[in-house]
């Protein structure tokens, strides 16, 4: 097969949306390249529509531009105002089917069952109903939120068929992956209890399909940071090295970031320390007004303009990077992507909270709190910065980034399509 028959087409909801999955699906597309594919295509969603839905967004000046060979599209919806919903579904599995009909070789890759998995699975079933040629195979990658936020909920609510629209879909495809072992453990369960209610056989085809893929993350950019460009980007925010607790995350409740201010305040830090908050998400305004009523208010920061190019930079410089997620009914953090980006860029310990994946993307090398401790969040920012000298502190970042190398988008791109069949059939024609 030469390099101009091979494609990879990435469905998902891509930059500029603030989300640790659609900086994978960059990375993805950017190692697709480098190990032969022709072509890599991402289709997500309009701008406009991103916004309406009230997505935490990055300023669209700070994404940073996809090498040639990467092409990025948004189809338009499909219908007018008499179709009330689903318009833009309908929009991203028509071209789908476009492309899983135009003779060339593709991989179908979907990060979130719900939709994109949804719209892989219609849109292959609609491209064989063509009649024309299709070499299409599928990988379906499923994420926390897809079962806290849609399958969980069929569950509790009693709706078989919401429930099994999502697995059998995610089911069909060629390959099953999950972002870490607690989310493969969280279908199999939630699959069980849809058997259990209505007698359907889920769970066993869960265990037996479904293999793990960490979420790949591009090690470049936060390895072998100058230190003369670490200093410029952070006076550049008026920062200096070691003297802030960094937390960068989506704000959003379940991110634990009440706790990490309460922590803040009562941890023995000189006055000289900062908290910086970097991120954006739907508890940003609630966020402020609590830092706005605390005694270290002026000792609080928050940057919602942070890119891509400059977060590794501020990650380096940090004393202690904190991230107190905590477990909630419509999240659980199912990996912390992160965490481990932090962990290869060096710079202050990792603190952050035993729940969901944390564990895997960690290892032993980041100061474990309880969730919803500022206590113990307050006693760890004292270890961090007070009570770790400069050499064991080096030590741990060492050990840390070897640690997190595993996540490689190289690394995992590699073990992700060696799984792959060779072949996947293609359907006869219809007559």
Not at 124 to 130: D, E, H, M, V, Y
Not at 403 to 414: E, M, P, Q, S
Request: glycine fraction near 8%; include cysteine.
């Amino acid at each position: 097969m030469t390099k101009t028959e091979r494609r990879l087409v990435i469905v998902v909801r891509a930059d500029p949306v603030i989300c640790g999955h659609s900086v994978e699906a960059r990375n993805l597309a950017e190692t697709a390249l480098e190990r032969g594919f022709s072509e890599v295509r991402i289709v997500t969603w309009p701008i406009e529509r991103l916004k309406e839905a009230g997505l935490p967004l990055k300023p669209l000046d700070a994404v940073l531009p996809y090498s040639p060979g990467i092409t990025v599209e948004r189809p338009e919806p499909v219908g007018d105002y008499k179709v009330p919903d689903g318009r833009y579904v309908a929009g991203i599995t028509g071209r789908l089917v476009e492309l899983f009909t135009d003779g060339v070789p593709t991989v179908a890759l979907s990060l979130y069952l719900s939709p994109h998995t949804l719209a892989v699975s219609d849109a292959l079933r609609a491209a064989w109903g063509t009649g024309l040629p299709v070499d299409v195979t599928t990988v379906a990658e499923a994420v926390g939120s897809d079962v806290t936020n849609v399958v969980r909920t069929a569950v509790e609510e009693g709706r078989l068929g919401a429930a099994a629209h999502i697995l059998s879909s995610y089911l069909s495809q060629d390959l099953c992956v999950a972002v870490s072992e607690y989310t493969r453990d969280l279908i199999v369960a939630e699959a069980e209890q849809i058997d259990l209610r209505h007698g359907t056989r889920f769970a066993d085809q869960c265990r037996e399909r479904i293999a793990i893929s960490y979420p790949a993350i591009d090690s470049d950019p936060y390895l072998d940071l100058d230190d003369t460009a670490i200093e410029a980007a952070l006076a550049a925010r008026g920062l200096r090295r070691d003297g802030y607790v960094l937390f960068l995350s989506r704000l959003a409740a379940a991110k634990g970031v009440d706790d990490l201010i309460a922590g803040f305040e009562r941890s023995h830090l000189a006055d000289d320390v900062a908290l910086v908050i970097a991120g954006r998400g739907p508890q940003e305004q609630a966020f402020r007004d609590r830092a706005a009523e605390s005694p270290l208010a002026d000792r609080i920061v928050f940057l919602t303009d942070v890119g891509d190019g400059e977060k590794p930079y501020l990650m380096a410089g940090c004393a202690a990077f904190a991230l107190p997620s905590k477990p909630r009914p419509e999240f659980v953090e199912t990996f912390g992507i992160a965490l481990a980006e932090k962990m290869l860029a060096g710079g202050g310990p990792v603190i952050t909270v035993p729940t969901g994946g944390i564990g895997e993307a960690v290892g032993d090398h980041a100061i474990l709190v309880p969730a919803e401790d500022p206590d113990a969040i307050a006693a760890a920012l004292d270890r961090a910065i007070l009570h770790t000298s400069r050499e064991e502190r080096e030590l741990s970042a060492i050990a840390a980034r070897e640690y997190a190398l595993r996540f490689d988008r190289r690394r995992v791109f590699d073990r992700l399509f060696d799984r792959l069949p060779a072949r996947v059939p293609i359907p006869a024609p219809v007559d």
